[in-house]
């Protein structure tokens, strides 16, 4: 078993029970290497609900999804840190 941390919006945080394999499978879907699975999940409860409303839209942030790690794999990408100077901050 594996325990992950979801934050809430009111920044309390709360303890959930997970297989695994079912760990495992929720990693395939992280863009960046410190993505919190908090922003995984809510990514993934996003397409779902959208699938249902509008499925051609879905079917796009899946290629978006699956066009950014190919360009992480292939390391063209801007690190956070980079990405806060250029924001300014």
């Known amino acids: 078993m594996?325990?992950?941390?979801?934050?809430?919006?009111i920044m309390t945080t709360t303890?959930?029970?997970?297989?695994?394999?079912?760990?495992?499978?929720?990693d395939?879907?992280?863009?960046?290497?410190?993505?919190?699975?908090d922003e995984v999940l809510k990514k993934l409860i996003f397409i779902v609900?959208?699938?249902k409303k509008e499925p051609e839209l879905?079917?796009?942030?899946i290629k978006a999804i699956g066009s950014a790690r190919e360009r992480m794999k292939k390391g063209r990408f801007v690190s956070e840190?980079?990405?806060k100077q250029r924001l300014g901050l």
């Open 2 to 9: 594996v325990y992950i941390g979801i934050l809430r919006c």
């Open 15 to 26: 303890t959930i029970k997970i297989q695994n394999d079912t760990k495992s499978q929720i």
């Open 28 to 37: 395939q879907f992280r863009e960046y290497k410190n993505e919190s699975y």
């Open 49 to 51: 609900k959208n699938l």
């Open 58 to 61: 879905s079917k796009e942030t």
């Open 81 to 83: 840190e980079v990405a």
